[in-house]
């Protein structure tokens, strides 16, 4: 069983259209993120849910709208596609902020490419 | 945010020992260091994380500084599944949990 898993894997779509990642996750924790990992390969903090509650926001354009409809998921929007927003997207999750190690379980990661 | 340095990128042979440096000088009290890899087209996992002593799994060891302004994580005897980029990063023990991940160092191992 994959602990944290994305769809799709893969994602090519044209500037200006609107797709959705999902993730799911069967470890039981409480928080999930979303990170960006750009062509430098820099992996940044999107957002961050506790128990289908917003606790990290980072300045990311609002055209990127999270929702989670329960713990387990935490599925991203994105709205008016830019050739910007090509990347790889990563779902991870962990059991929150003072409990166990904190280990972040990260998902295979969504490519994303806007032509 | 505490800020971690780690060399762009590292060089061994295969079965030998590697230390893959980080310096993170503005580390606070409560602020764990984890490291963490990332293998070709896969997402990050989590390697190994300590406070103040070294740690040890199965995995790697962890050599953190009397000071706490440097680490090292050690690989006991590298193998080519272990070439992979590596990320050394500071955990907040308070308030919203946030990885932040660096630039990390590129470890090609040579068979």
């Known amino acids: 069983d994959t602990a944290v898993s994305q769809t799709p894997k893969y994602l090519v779509t044209q500037m200006g259209n609107d797709k959705s990642i999902k993730c799911e996750q069967n470890?039981?924790?409480?928080?999930m993120y979303w990170y960006k990992q750009d062509s430098k390969k820099f992996l940044k903090i999107m957002f961050s849910y506790n128990n289908k509650e917003l606790i990290i926001n980072e300045t990311v354009p609002n055209r990127f709208s999270p929702k989670s409809p329960d713990k387990a998921h935490l599925n991203l929007h994105i709205n008016s596609l830019e050739l910007g927003d090509s990347a790889v997207y990563f779902c991870?999750?962990?059991?929150?902020?003072?409990?166990?190690?904190?280990?972040?379980?990260f998902g295979e990661g969504s490519r994303l490419t806007v032509l | 945010d505490a800020k971690t340095t780690q060399p762009n990128s590292m060089e061994s042979n295969e079965e030998e020992p590697v230390h893959l440096p980080c310096n993170h000088s503005t580390i606070s009290g409560t602020d764990y260091i984890h490291w963490y890899r990332q293998l070709p087209s896969q997402g990050p996992e989590y390697v190994i994380h300590?406070?103040?002593s070294n740690v040890n799994n199965r995995m790697a060891s962890l050599a953190i500084a009397e000071d706490r302004k440097s680490s090292t994580l050690i690989l006991h005897r590298a193998t080519l599944r272990d070439a992979a980029v590596y990320y050394c990063?500071?955990?907040?023990?308070?308030?919203?949990?946030?990885?932040?991940f660096g630039q990390g160092t590129r470890l090609t191992i040579n068979p």
């Open positions: 990063i500071l955990r907040y023990l308070q308030g919203a949990q946030k990885l932040v």
């Open positions: 470890l039981g924790h409480d928080t």
């Open positions: 300590g406070l103040t």
């Open positions: 991870a999750s962990n059991e929150g902020a003072l409990s166990g190690t904190g280990e972040l379980f």
